[in-house]
């Protein structure tokens, strides 16, 4: 199967990939946070055109320790549909996703993830953002409880230390 590029994804699609799950994003902080609106979808589909992995991109400020805000391409709403789960399709998705990100010109690709999927990402050269991370939230900024990872997307980029701040809501 291969990732394709979606115009958007739409109520009806989000509920089929949720499937019967009650808390898809594994509960706590993330199913209580307002979301930045993804530019850019990538997904997976059936034989029959069902949708049955999609992740989303946009481009994104953030700032790191203090400096000058920058760029980065933010990934979010990486999902699998329960029943296919286990079949590489998260990796086809993420993969097609950072392709793209190298595209959009940022040197870094920027997610929130629950912590058990910290190894997928670390196969697509993700590493852990060790120091306090903040994103706007409709009452005002928040610390991030979920694990806040980066990737570069060009071979020269590192990421600076301190405190991260995303300038406008988390994705």
């Known amino acids: 199967m291969d990732a394709i590029e979606l ?3 739409d ?3 989000w509920r089929a990939l949720q499937g019967d799950e009650p808390h898809p994003w594994g509960g706590g902080q993330a199913e209580q946070l307002s979301w930045a609106e993804k530019q850019r979808y990538v ?13 989303g991109v946009l481009v994104a400020e953030v700032s790191a320790g203090g400096g000058e805000p920058f760029r980065v391409v933010g990934i ?15 990796r086809i998705v993420v993969a097609a996703i ?8 940022p040197a870094h690709a ?10 997928l990402y670390e196969r697509f050269d993700f590493r852990t953002i060790d120091a306090s ?10 610390e991030m409880q979920m694990r ?16 991260v701040e995303v300038l406008g809501e988390p994705f």
């Open 43 to 55: 997904g997976v589909q059936g034989e029959d055109g069902e949708l049955l992995a999609t992740g």
């Open 133 to 142: 991370v903040s994103a706007a939230q409709p009452g005002g900024r928040i």
């Open 98 to 105: 950072l392709e793209m990100g190298r595209g959009l010109g």
């Open 110 to 119: 920027m997610l929130f993830c629950r912590e058990p999927l910290v190894p």
């Open 148 to 163: 806040s990872m980066w990737a570069p997307l060009r071979g020269d980029a590192s990421w600076p230390d301190g405190p």
């Open 76 to 90: 979010g709403g990486v999902i699998v549909r329960p029943d296919m789960r286990g079949q590489g399709l998260a």
């Open 11 to 13: 109520s009806e699609q």
């Open 7 to 9: 115009a958007s994804v």
